[in-house]
Structure formats: C-alpha cells, structure tokens
C-alpha cells in the first residue's frame, strides 16, 4: 500500500512577510482535513515553523488510520475501532494494518500459518535472557532483543516482491510475543514455555506466560476473547509519539527491527504507553493509602504540574472520551464479572475517580477524558499479567501499527531522512579560551 495523494489544492493561504507576499497550496485529506503546504517556505522566505510537540505539525500523509480526536472517531484502512473490536482477532487487525485489506480464509489461513512457524527465536538468544539482573525492566529487555534479532535474522532485511506477506513483518510480530513472555518467565525464575502450533496467537501468549513444569494451564476462552480486544485497541493510532519515532528512525535507512526497537522505548515513557503502569500504580497507591484519598488525588493533579497529572487522563488528539476507552471500559467490567471480581476495589476506585474528575470544571474546561490506559490496566491485572508488563502489551499491541507506518514511510516517494530545523538562542561566536586561562 502507498499513501494516497491527497486532493489537488483549491484554496491557498497567503503569507506576507516583509513586502513580499507568498501563497502556500491547502491541501485536503480523504476525509476532509486540510493542511498548508509550506515544503518551499524557507526556500522562498527564509523563514522556518517553530511548534514544540509538532502540535500543528503534519509530517506526512497516511492512509492506515483516520483519527477525529473532536467526535471520538477511529478507523483504521476505513473500519471502526468498534467494528473491527466486536468482529475480528487481533491478526486479523493486524493483517489489515500491515497489508491494507482483511484477509479472506485463504489468506487467514496462510499469514497463521506464517506465524506459527515464525513463532520460535533462535536457540542463542535464550543466553541473553539469563544475563539481565532480577528486577530488569521487560521494556528494557523488548527493546534490546527487537534490535539482536536483526543479528539473528539478517538475511529478511529487504523485501522480497514474490513473497505476498512481507517476511520480516510475520517473523517481528509472531516472535515479540514469545520474547515478551520470556522476558516474564526470567524475571520470575521459571522455565521458557515454547510456543504451540496447537494455539493461537493470543492462547500461545497466555501459555507461554502462565504454564509451567508443575502447572497445565489453559487459557480460559473469556481471558484469550479479551486479550485479542485488549490487542485490537493498542493496535495504530496513526502519528502518535512511539510511531513518529519508528518512522524518523526508520526514515535515516535503518533496520526494521532498529526502528521497532527505538519505537519499544518511546512507548515507555509514562506520559505515552506507560501511562497504563502508572495508572495502576496510582490506583493502588489509592486502596493502600486511604480511600478518601480520591478527592485529594484530584486536587493534586489540578496543580499543573506535570509530575501530579492524573494518569490514564488526557489525550493530544482526544477531546472527547476516547472510543478505546469506552471499549475497554465495557470489556473490563465484563471480564471482572465472568472472573468472578465484580467488586474489585481497584476498579471501583478507577470508576470513582472518573465520575469525579468527568465533574469537575477543570477536566471539563480541558477537555480532559479517560485515555486507553486507564481501564487497560485493570484488565491486564485482572489476567494475571504483572504490572511491570503492562507496557510490553501495549507494545505487542501496537506492532502491526508500527511495522504499517514504517513501511508506509518506506515506500513513499515523497519521504525524506526526518531532520527538524530549531531556533538557535546559545552564545554568539566568541574567542576560544585556553584551559589554563578559564
Ligand atoms: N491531569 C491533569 N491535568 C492535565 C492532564 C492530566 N492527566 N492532562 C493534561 N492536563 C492539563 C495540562 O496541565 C494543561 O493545562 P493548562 O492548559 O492549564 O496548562 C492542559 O490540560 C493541556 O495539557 P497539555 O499537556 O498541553 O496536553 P498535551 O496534548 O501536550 O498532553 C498528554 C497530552 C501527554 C496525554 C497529557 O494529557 C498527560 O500527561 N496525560 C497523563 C498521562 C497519560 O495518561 N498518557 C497516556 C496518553 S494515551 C497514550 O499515549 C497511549
């Protein structure tokens, strides 16, 4: 798939500068966005854009996912979030992401095929696992094994045109799944759980974190259902930090697996995807404290400060409630009940604390929601899955959307290596000192 073009300008925004007055083509997306080209502005006024967080900054086009941050819309390749979260499994999503249509059986049944024997990584890379200290981050040990796997693997680098699914894209995403629950079973000191042919996507996933020697675990259908939804909803959310980071990474000529590896540490950042590990470390901080402590978490978080936000709140695109989290709010609730947790203080507490803050004028004047991570986590938790782990699903998740903006960006003529200019306001040149005369 290439990006679409997005239609011939028919309005133009004019800039004077100076005596001159320039007109700058307003182009129009698919769904009727529009943006100022301003490719040749410094060629013909010198000048450049200043925008800190690129707030109004568009990098390129895209045809993977159309998000309207104003009505609480997303679709990916044309589908809603709702539709694709009631209909599909995960690789289903992620087939569409990667290669722009859902597959039909014949399809399915070869990218499953793929997958499964993809599934396995090469014997070696086992050693590296048992070198990380107890208490390692599995968002540090993700990032490092994505980046050794293009030792491993060096000869899927380019794609290859008779191949209808791109090689390099099956091997990440079926093996960031068993290097994920690797990285858990070391960090708990059992035995590695191989991957299955017998199971799916996400039933391998479950197995290879919860069975053991000692433990024949099957994965209960309620939890593989929702995982797969939980999967479905991290999966693209177009030019969002962690996937600007694969692309310009990917944009200087480097690896896939660089890139995706780059993408795994802009994730972890609590203020992006570890938003989810934060959200339940403020929760319990909650339960273990004092439960009136509610109100109080509230009053702190309006102080704008950025270290006492609430987390799990809050979105740049968002100004509605985000659709994922609506989903996953639903899901969450349901899978508690079928697990017997209905009255889980944990949600309780998140539930609490959303009526309170969706009251309040300063969210309100904010335009302040719950994001994707702030029911994520309850569910992850309610899994089995520790804490620590919660960013490594999000990334698991979010892979067919990273691998679709890479290869996007890869294949469009009009890309170039991803450079900003900045305003330079350091000392003018002065003479050097020599050290004996500082
Ligand atoms: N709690 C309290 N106040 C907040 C919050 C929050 N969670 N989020 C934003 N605000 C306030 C800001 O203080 C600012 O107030 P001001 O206008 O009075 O100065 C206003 O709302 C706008 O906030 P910005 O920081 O300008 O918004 P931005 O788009 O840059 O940030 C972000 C978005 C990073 C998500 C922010 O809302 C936040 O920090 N949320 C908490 C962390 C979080 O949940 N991250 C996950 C995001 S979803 C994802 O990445 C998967």
Not at 312 to 339: M, N, Q, W
Not at 356 to 372: C, G, I, M, T
């Amino acid at each position: 798939m290439s990006a679409h073009r997005p239609s011939p300008p028919a309005d133009k925004v004019a800039l004077t500068y100076g005596k001159r007055t320039w007109r700058y083509p307003v182009l129009t997306g698919s769904e009727g966005e529009k943006a100022v080209d301003i490719s040749t502005l410094r060629q013909d006024t010198g000048l450049i854009t200043l925008d800190p967080g690129y707030v109004n900054t568009g990098a390129c086009t895209s045809d993977i996912t159309f998000i309207d941050g104003e009505r609480g819309i997303l679709r990916h390749r044309g589908y809603s979030i709702e539709d694709l979260a009631e209909h599909c499994v995960f690789l289903e999503v992620a087939y569409l992401l990667i290669l722009g249509k859902l597959p039909n059986r014949q399809e399915w049944q070869s990218f499953s095929d793929l997958m499964n024997r993809h599934s396995m990584i090469h014997e070696d890379m086992r050693d590296f696992f048992l070198n990380y200290p107890e208490g390692a981050h599995p968002m540090a040990v993700l990032s490092a094994m994505v980046v050794s796997l293009s030792s491993f693997y060096p000869e899927i680098e380019q794609e290859d045109p008779n191949e209808p699914i791109d090689i390099t894209a099956t091997r990440l995403l079926s093996k960031l799944r068993t290097i994920a629950a690797f990285s858990y079973k070391k960090s708990i000191g059992e035995p590695f759980v191989y991957p299955s042919c017998r199971m799916s996507y996400c039933e391998n996933f479950l197995n290879m974190m919860f069975s053991s020697p000692v433990n024949d675990y099957t994965p209960d259908p309620v939890v593989v259902r929702a995982l797969n939804l939980f999967l479905i909803l991290h999966a693209d959310h177009e030019q969002n930090c962690s996937t600007s980071v694969v692309r310009i990474v990917g944009s200087a000529g480097s690896s896939l697996y660089a890139s995706i590896s780059a993408g795994i540490c802009a994730l972890w950042g609590p203020l992006h995807g570890g938003a989810n590990q934060a959200v339940i470390e403020m929760l319990e901080r909650i339960l273990r404290e004092d439960r009136g402590k509610v109100d109080k978490v509230i009053a702190r978080a309006k102080q704008r400060d950025a270290r006492t936000r609430l987390m799990g709140f809050g979105h740049r695109i968002y100004k509605t409630y985000d659709p994922r989290a609506k989903i996953a709010k639903e899901v969450c609730t349901r899978l508690l009940s079928r697990l017997g947790m209905r009255n889980d203080p944990i949600l309780e507490i998140a539930m609490e604390l959303e009526e309170k803050a969706l009251a309040d004028s300063y969210f309100q004047e904010r335009h302040l929601y719950p994001n994707v991570d702030f029911y994520t986590g309850i569910a992850y938790r309610a899994m089995g899955i520790p804490t620590n782990m919660f960013t490594v699903m999000f990334a698991i998740g979010r892979l067919p959307g990273w691998i679709a903006h890479w290869m996007e960006n890869r294949r469009d003529p009009r890309q170039k290596i991803g450079r900003p200019r900045q305003i330079y306001v350091g000392p003018t040149a002065r003479p050097f000192i020599p050290m004996d005369q500082r």
